[in-house]
Each structure stands twice: as structure tokens, then as C-alpha cells.
């Protein structure tokens, strides 16, 4: 088994982990020296990716698997410290927090039926700016603006993205993520697959200036500090933009914006 350098578990465990800590995804052995990540929703017939016994071995050595037994042997899932790792990579500006976030599985109306969406109950980047005010003491967002960012968020959790840090969304519109093979439709659940109609139909109503800011700060859980080093944006002007983008996006969706100031 070939050594494996910090650096490199790091970049591996970025790949995997993103795929990894979707709902019911579990690694089976393939042959001695390979893993096969799986994923109910491609109903399991072949691995989504492979990784090999070494980065394996590291998982296990960092307590990031879940050993269980089943008919067809032994698979691993994620276990709560792999999680609490990915959470940290993903919010890098307060690895704390996003560690400590607490993150469950609902049941909630949507379109007529219930379905399961997960949640960060602790609070939501939205909620927390809703809480904020700005110098003329009213909140950074209105209930309008919150809701249609919960929303974008609701679907962007059911379309099944992954977390990501560059501005091209056209994949939204092909159906296809970036890296991977091009998808068959049939292995997408159509609540997955409506869900991104929906998403590209509110990006394309939002437009192309707008959309990043909202992904960053809705969907990807990001604060406007971060998103403002990321972009290179100046300092406070992301605060603005993300309210310009969610009135645009609310009046997509149909939600009355006040035509108030707000906390600027």
C-alpha cells in the first residue's frame, strides 16, 4: 500500500467527501487494492468514484468511517467525524461554527407531497443577516428576501449539487456536473431533476451578475466577508448585491418586495 502525504489526503478527502456525505452513500471494497463509493440514487450499479486502499486506510485512521454488516458483506459509511471535518472545508472563514452546525433531515411539503431536505437548525446564513441591522436600524433582509433565499436553498438541496467555489452554472441547465460523466436522466430522481429546472429558471431570471452571490451566500452557506476575499469585491459592497439579487429573485418567485429601505 503506497504511502500517502498530508497534502494529498487533504486534496483526496475534498474529492471524496463531497460525494460521500450525500444521503445513504457507502464505500464497498472492490478488489484489494480499490473502494467504490455508491449512491442509492444511480441505484447502486456502479460506483460514482473510486478511490484507492491507501486513502481508504487514511479514512479509517482519521475515524472518518462507520463500519456495518449486510448481506452482500461489509460497506463503510461517513461517520459523524467525517462530517464534522467536511463542514470545517467548507466554511474556512469560521471552521467553528460550521462544525458545530446542526444539521437534520426533514419532512416538508413541497409540490404537493412531503419530501426530505436537510437543514442547518442552529441558524441559517439568511436568518443571521435577517437578525442584523444596518445603520438606519432597520434588518439587512427582509422577510421577503429570506424566504426567496430559502427557497433557491430548498431546491438547490433536492437537485443534488455539490458545493462549489467558481461562477460557472451551466452544468444547472445540461444536467451535468462538472468533472463527471454526462448524466443519464433515468438515474436522476425527477424530484431531482425538477428541482434544477427550477433552479435554472430562477439563475436565468436572476442573470448572470447576480447568481454567484446568491449560490455563495443561500446555498453554499457563506458569510459576506468571505464572499466579498473571494470575489474581490470591496469591503460592504456584498451586503448590497446579495439584497439587489434577492429582490430580483423574489419577484421571480412571485413574492411581494416592499419598495422600503432597508439596513444599508
Not at 437578525?131 to 426567496?148: F, I, M, S, W, Y
Not at 429546472?197 to 430562477?202: D, G, I, Q
Request: with cysteine; charged share 30%.
Amino acid at each position: 500500500m503506497n504511502a500517502v502525504s498530508e497534502r494529498q489526503f487533504e486534496r483526496e478527502a475534498r474529492r471524496i467527501l463531497q460525494w460521500f456525505v450525500q444521503p445513504e452513500s457507502y464505500l464497498t471494497q472492490l478488489s484489494p487494492n480499490e473502494f467504490g463509493l455508491f449512491q442509492p440514487r444511480n441505484r447502486s450499479r456502479k460506483p460514482v468514484l473510486r478511490l484507492d486502499a491507501s486513502i481508504w486506510d487514511q479514512f479509517q485512521k482519521h475515524d472518518f468511517l462507520t463500519v456495518r454488516k449486510g448481506e452482500n458483506g461489509l460497506s463503510w459509511t461517513l461517520s459523524e467525524a467525517g462530517r464534522a471535518y467536511w463542514r470545517r472545508e467548507m466554511s474556512a472563514s469560521d471552521p467553528f461554527q460550521a462544525q458545530h452546525q446542526m444539521r437534520v433531515r426533514r419532512r416538508v411539503p413541497h409540490d404537493g407531497r412531503l419530501i426530505d431536505v436537510e437543514y442547518n437548525e442552529a441558524e441559517t446564513s439568511l436568518s443571521w443577516l435577517s437578525k442584523r441591522k444596518g445603520a438606519n436600524g432597520k434588518p439587512l433582509l427582509t422577510d421577503e428576501q429570506v424566504d426567496a433565499g430559502e427557497r433557491l436553498r430548498r431546491d438547490f438541496t433536492i437537485a443534488q449539487m455539490n458545493p462549489r467555489t467558481t461562477a460557472d452554472w451551466s452544468f444547472v441547465f445540461s444536467g451535468n456536473t462538472p468533472g463527471q460523466r454526462p448524466r443519464d436522466p433515468a438515474e436522476m430522481s425527477d424530484m431531482a431533476l425538477a428541482a434544477r429546472e427550477r433552479l435554472a429558471r430562477a439563475f436565468d431570471a436572476v442573470g448572470d451578475g447576480l447568481v454567484n452571490v446568491l449560490v455563495e451566500a443561500c446555498c453554499n452557506q457563506r458569510g459576506l466577508e468571505e464572499i466579498e476575499r473571494s470575489f474581490g469585491w470591496p469591503q460592504r459592497s456584498a451586503k448590497v448585491v446579495l439584497q439587489i439579487a434577492l429582490d430580483q429573485l423574489a419577484r421571480h418567485y412571485g413574492i411581494t418586495v416592499p419598495n422600503n429601505g432597508r439596513g444599508r
